[in-house]
């Protein structure tokens, strides 16, 4: 193998096109960001550094900072089954079907109004 890693460079993209460098070891695998704007959209990607340089750049994750459905602001502690909100297939026919999902509760949002949803199908 290489160099062994020594550290990461984790960067974020705020939504007004700045950018951000987050400096962290090599023993870290997670990083908590706060006093993010809700509704708003950050860029992350992720740059492994050893002894030799830098690696390219990871794929860009882009996020919507919003309150995930169930949780209670107070606590950060989940209150819902992700199971819950799984969509399930409500009716099969030769050439469509019909997918459902409820919507979580106003006081399961976190505050965050839902303004839609998107469903994705996959080959396979």
Avoid at 4 to 10: D, F, K, M, S, V
Avoid at 18 to 25: A, I, K, V
Avoid at 73 to 95: C, F, G, H, N, W
Wanted: net charge negative; proline share 8%.
């Amino acid at each position: 193998g290489g160099s062994a890693i020594t550290g990461y460079l984790l960067y974020m993209k705020h939504p007004d096109g700045t950018m951000e460098s987050y400096p962290l070891g090599a023993n870290y695998h997670s990083h908590t960001l706060q006093d993010l704007a809700a509704g708003e959209t950050y860029r992350f990607h992720l740059v492994a550094v050893n002894a030799i340089g830098r690696s390219g750049n990871s794929p860009v994750l882009s996020v919507i900072a919003a309150m995930p459905p169930g949780m209670d602001d107070s606590t950060l502690v989940p209150t819902y089954s992700t199971d819950t909100y799984r969509p399930t297939i409500a009716d099969v026919k030769e050439t469509e079907m019909v997918v459902e999902w409820p919507s979580p509760a106003l006081d399961g949002t976190g505050g965050t109004p839902i303004t839609g949803y998107k469903l994705y199908q996959y080959a396979g």
